[in-house]
T-cell receptor, first 114, second 117 residues
Framework: KAGVTQTPRYLIKTRGQQVTLSCSPI?????VSWYQQTPGQGLQFLFE???????NKGNFPGRFSGRQFSNSRSEMNVSTLELGDSALYLC?????????????FGEGSRLTVL | AQKVTQAQTEISVVEKEDVTLDCVYE???????LFWYKQPPSGELVFLIR??????QNEISGRYSWNFQKSTSSFNFTITASQVVDSAVYFC??????????????FGQGTRLTINP
C-alpha cells in the first residue's frame, strides 16, 4: 500500500515568489492535513481538508492557502514568500475523522527561501 | 488552551541503556487523545501509539512502553534496552475535538534521542 506522497521533496525559491506543494494521500483516506516544521516554532498545524472542504485552519497569514481535489489529493500554496517560510512542510492523511484518527505522514517538502 | 511540553530537548545514552522521554500536556477538555510519533532523518513522522483520555492503562509493545497518568497530565515513553536504530526525534502530541470533526494535532517541541554504540 503506497504511503503519503509529497512533491517536490526539495525546492529553493527567492523572496516574493510563490510556491505550490502537492500531497497524494493514502488510497481511501479523505482527510488531509498540512503541518509546518521549523527549528524555532516546531511542528505547527496549517490546515485540514475533508471531502474538498477546509474544516480547520491554523494561525497562519492569508498567504498560506490550500485546497483538496475530488480524488483527495491536496495542494498548498504560499504566496509572496518570506525568509521565515523556509521549513519542512508535512502532509498527513487519515482514514478516520475526528480527534482520534491516526495520521500518516509523508516525508515532507523542504522549502528554502533565499 | 492546548499545550504539550517535552522538557528534554536532547538525550544521549549508550546502547542497551533504558531511556524515558517525558511529555506533559495541558487541556481543558475531558475527551482528548495523546500520541507519540518518531521522526527519523528521512523526515516523515512515524506513528507509535495513540491513547484516549479515558484509557489510563499502560501499554507495552516490545521494547517500548508508555505510562499515561491523568493525575499529573503526563504521557511518558520508555525505551528499554535501547538500540542505535532508536536514534531519532520523538514527538508527543495532543488532539482535542475541533469543529466539524476536523483533526488537529498540537505537538511538543520534540526530544532528540541519540543512542551511541
Amino acid at each position: 500500500k503506497a504511503g503519503v506522497t509529497q512533491t517536490p521533496r526539495y525546492l529553493i525559491k527567492t523572496r516574493g515568489q510563490q510556491v505550490t506543494l502537492s500531497c497524494s494521500p493514502i488510497s481511501g483516506h479523505r482527510s488531509v492535513s498540512w503541518y509546518q516544521q521549523t527549528p524555532g516554532q516546531g511542528l505547527q498545524f496549517l490546515f485540514e481538508y475533508f471531502s474538498e472542504t477546509q474544516r480547520n485552519k491554523g494561525n497562519f497569514p492569508g498567504r498560506f492557502s490550500g485546497r483538496q481535489f475530488s480524488n483527495s489529493r491536496s495542494e498548498m500554496n504560499v504566496s509572496t514568500l518570506e525568509l521565515g517560510d523556509s521549513a519542512l512542510y508535512l502532509c498527513a492523511s487519515s482514514l478516520s475523522t475526528g480527534i482520534g484518527g491516526e495520521l500518516f505522514f509523508g516525508e515532507g517538502s523542504r522549502l528554502t527561501v533565499l | 488552551a492546548q499545550k504539550v511540553t517535552q522538557a528534554q530537548t536532547e538525550i544521549s545514552v549508550v546502547e542497551k541503556e533504558d531511556v524515558t522521554l517525558d511529555c506533559v500536556y495541558e487541556t481543558r477538555d475531558t475527551t482528548y487523545y495523546l500520541f507519540w510519533y518518531k521522526q527519523p532523518p528521512s523526515g516523515e513522522l512515524v506513528f507509535l501509539i495513540r491513547r484516549n483520555s479515558f484509557d489510563e492503562q499502560n501499554e507495552i509493545s516490545g521494547r517500548y512502553s508508555w505510562n499515561f497518568q491523568k493525575s499529573t497530565s503526563s504521557f511518558n515513553f520508555t525505551i528499554t534496552a535501547s538500540q542505535v536504530v532508536d536514534s531519532a526525534v520523538y514527538f508527543c502530541a495532543l488532539s482535542e475535538a475541533q469543529d466539524q470533526g476536523a483533526q488537529k494535532l498540537v505537538f511538543g517541541q520534540g526530544t532528540r534521542l541519540t543512542i551511541n554504540p
